[in-house]
Nanobody, 125 residues
Framework: QVQLVESGGGLVQAGGSLRLSCAASGRTFSSYTMGWFRHAPGNERAFVAA????????SYAGSVKCRFTISRDNVKNTVYLQMNSLKPEDTAVYYC??????????????????WGRGTQVTVSS
């Protein structure tokens, strides 16, 4: 399994932006589809976005589509989540994860074998 470490979370006002980063250790990063999930207290861990190993295919949850952008830099072994027009409903711990599956409109957590420990995103109203 690849080791993943998220960073870039913080406190922002509604309408603001953040960019999350997920750094992967090892040399298997390019072979994985990478995804972002989020988990708020009282809710299930939910799919946010995913990107193919080459970066050419992306998918997003309907709630973040057109506001969030997922990207990756395989040379740096890093995947990013650019979050714009943030809403209080986006408040959660955000996790990155790695999967051998192709990106789809919605991907369940069970399709991801490696997980980071998360970074907190808080959006104030």
């Amino acid at each position: 399994q690849v080791q993943l470490v998220e960073s870039g979370g913080g406190l922002v006002q509604a309408g603001g932006s953040l960019r999350l980063s997920c750094a992967a250790s090892g040399r298997t990063f390019s072979s994985y589809t990478m995804g972002w999930f989020r988990h708020a207290p009282g809710n299930e861990r939910a799919f946010v976005a995913a990107i193919s190993w080459s970066g050419g295919i992306t998918s997003y949850a309907g709630s973040v589509k057109c506001r969030f952008t997922i990207s990756r830099d395989n040379v740096k072994n890093t995947v990013y989540l650019q979050m714009n027009s943030l809403k209080p409903e986006d408040t959660a711990v955000y996790y990155c994860a790695a999967s051998y599956r192709r990106p789809r409109a919605t991907m369940p957590p069970g399709e991801f074998g490696s997980w980071g420990r998360g970074t907190q995103v808080t959006v104030s109203s």
